[in-house]
């Protein structure tokens, strides 16, 4: 059983030994890693490698065969001890302490965009209607999309589409956001804009895991960069360091394809 980390304040996320296999599959084979408070992590890596597998199992979407994961010290899933599962609004309110931004938007079609913000607020987190409506105004200013908000989510572009998964992660005040190829579906030319906007919540203290195949971001803006292969994790670093001189022959090989 993973051992329960020392609990610094500055640590968001610890994930401990996970494994996860699926059938013969396996597709996490001991991944640990720690995002400190105000931290980017950046996870590349092949297709197939296990990266949205270890996001999904960091809230839980997915459940490990192995190993812990905790939140500000506090293990999600698995109530204190580790034995007993949580019930599951018990992990709802633990979900509602991760932001998830997904490679497909996943914003609600029939919901106009400030409505996609101010649901799960109102509904999960029970939090005052008028109050989430304000800082959902405040974070569609931030976005840059405030002149959207009244609109349908089919009328928007890839890149707005992305822009409101961001301020809706955003609408939760999660302790933790988690990106998953976040511009992997945008037109190349949509890709900036959103770029842009993850790192302005980067450099203004949001604590961020982000599996991304966008170099440019992981270079400029990451403190630590992870590469996974095969379910493990087989380099990480600064990412001056990972990207100039590689320590090992499989980020060497990956670095040639990717930039
Ligand atoms: P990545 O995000 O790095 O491309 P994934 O975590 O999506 O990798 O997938 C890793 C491996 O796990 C792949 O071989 C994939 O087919 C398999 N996999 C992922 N989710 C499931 C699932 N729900 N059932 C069976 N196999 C899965
Ligand atoms: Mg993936």
């Known amino acids: 059983m993973a051992k329960k980390p020392v609990e610094t304040a500055e640590t968001v996320l610890e994930i401990s030994g996970l494994t996860k296999s699926f059938g013969t599959n396996v597709v996490l084979d001991g991944v640990s890693l720690k995002v400190a408070k105000g931290q980017t992590v950046c996870v590349l890596g092949p297709s197939g490698s296990g990266k949205s597998t270890l996001l999904r199992c960091v809230n839980w979407l997915e459940k490990p065969d192995q190993g812990a994961v905790y939140l500000a010290g506090r293990r999600i899933g698995m109530r204190e001890g580790g034995h007993v599962a949580m019930s599951s609004s018990e992990l709802a309110r633990e979900r509602a302490r991760i932001g998830m931004v997904f490679q497909h938007f996943n914003l609600w079609p029939h919901l106009t965009v400030i409505q996609n913000l101010i649901e799960a607020p109102i509904h999960v987190q029970k939090r005052n209607r008028d109050e989430v409506t304000a800082e959902a105004e405040t974070l569609l200013e931030r976005v840059g999309l405030s002149a959207k908000k009244n609109d349908f989510p089919s009328r928007l572009s890839g890149g707005q589409k ?61 403190d630590e960069v992870i590469l996974m292969d095969g379910g493990r994790i087989v380099e990480s670093g600064e990412p001056a360091a990972f990207f100039k001189k590689p320590k090992t022959e499989r980020a060497k090989q990956f670095l040639q394809r990717y930039v």
């Open 162 to 222: 992305q822009r409101v998964g961001i301020a809706r992660a955003l609408a939760m005040k999660p302790e933790l956001l988690l990106f998953d190829e976040p511009t992997s579906a945008l037109d190349p030319e949509l890709v900036g804009e959103v770029v842009t906007v993850m790192k302005t919540l980067a450099e203004s203290g949001s604590t961020m895991l982000v599996v991304t195949h966008e170099m440019g971001f992981a270079r400029e803006t990451a």
